[in-house]
């Protein structure tokens, strides 16, 4: 089993700034793929961000693409989503997702390990 630690989320003006944080406890996840995704209010999850577990590879959703960024250091057993330029679309709460052996990096459903999610508010 592997338990995932969200933090980071708050509350932050148009334009600014977030670095969320997702650490892996109970078992070494350098092997899993990390991914992101968020809910807003009255949406549906929606896939944020996923890196492979070398780090070699990144995918992003359309609307974050250029200004989040998402990393990972395997020693510390944590993968980062930083969050640049942040509009109030980008509100919601942001959970950090990892499994081996994914199939489909964008697709909630191919993950089984999941945090508690964290909220991100953008004001305008």
């Known amino acids: 089993q592997v338990q995932l630690v969200e933090s980071g989320g708050g509350l932050v003006q148009d334009g600014g700034s977030l670095r969320l944080s997702c650490a892996a406890i109970?078992?070494?996840?350098?092997?899993?793929?990390g991914g992101w995704f968020r809910r807003a209010p009255g949406k549906e999850r929606e896939f944020v961000a996923a890196?492979?577990?070398?780090?070699?590879?990144?995918y992003y959703a359309d609307s974050v693409k250029g200004r989040f960024t998402i990393s990972r250091d395997n020693a510390k057993n944590t993968v980062y989503l930083q969050m640049n330029s942040l509009k109030p679309e980008d509100t919601a709460v942001y959970y950090c997702?990892?499994?081996?052996?994914?199939?489909?990096?964008?697709?909630?459903?191919?993950?089984?390990?999941w945090g508690q999610g964290t909220q991100v508010t953008v004001s305008s």
């Open positions: 890196i492979t577990w070398g780090g070699y590879s990144t």
């Open positions: 109970g078992r070494t996840f350098s092997r899993y793929t």
């Open positions: 997702a990892a499994d081996d052996g994914v199939l489909d990096i964008r697709r909630g459903a191919s993950y089984r390990y």
